[in-house]
Nanobody
Framework: QVQLEESGGGLVQAGGSLRLSCAASGRTASNRAMGWFRQAPGKEREFVAA????????YYSDSVKGRFTISRDNAKNTLYLQMNSLKPDDTAVYLCAAARTEYNDYDVARAYGYIFWGQGTQVTVSS
């Protein structure tokens, strides 16, 4: 089992920035791709960004490309999401996840591709 815990959410004005962190514990997640998803009230869970297990490949949804940056520090077992130029539409609970399979990037843009999930951290962007 991989346990994931997000932090860094909060309330920010439009145009501001936040940095989310996701700490992994238990079994190592360093051999799995990892991703960020978000879910707003009444909406389906939405892919935000993903990073390959070795960290050399990144993937973004069109809605955040150019504004968000995903990164990981395998030595610290931590995943990050730097969010800049935030918009009210970015308001959601942000969840980190570790991939279902090891040593590949299969289905990293789909929730199905992940098996371990954190509880989420709330991000609220005011206009």
């Amino acid at each position: 089992q991989v346990q994931l815990e997000e932090s860094g959410g909060g309330l920010v004005q439009a145009g501001g920035s936040l940095r989310l962190s996701c700490a992994a514990s238990g079994r190592t997640a360093s051999n799995r791709a990892m991703g960020w998803f978000r879910q707003a009230p009444g909406k389906e869970r939405e892919f935000v960004a993903a990073i390959s297990w070795i960290g050399d490949g990144t993937y973004y949804s069109d809605s955040v490309k150019g504004r968000f940056t995903i990164s990981r520090d395998n030595a610290k077992n931590t995943l990050y999401l730097q969010m800049n130029s935030l918009k009210p539409d970015d308001t959601a609970v942000y969840l980190c996840a570790a991939a279902r399979t090891e040593y590949n990037d299969y289905d990293v843009a789909r929730a199905y591709g992940y098996i371990f999930w954190g509880q989420g951290t709330q991000v609220t962007v005011s206009s």
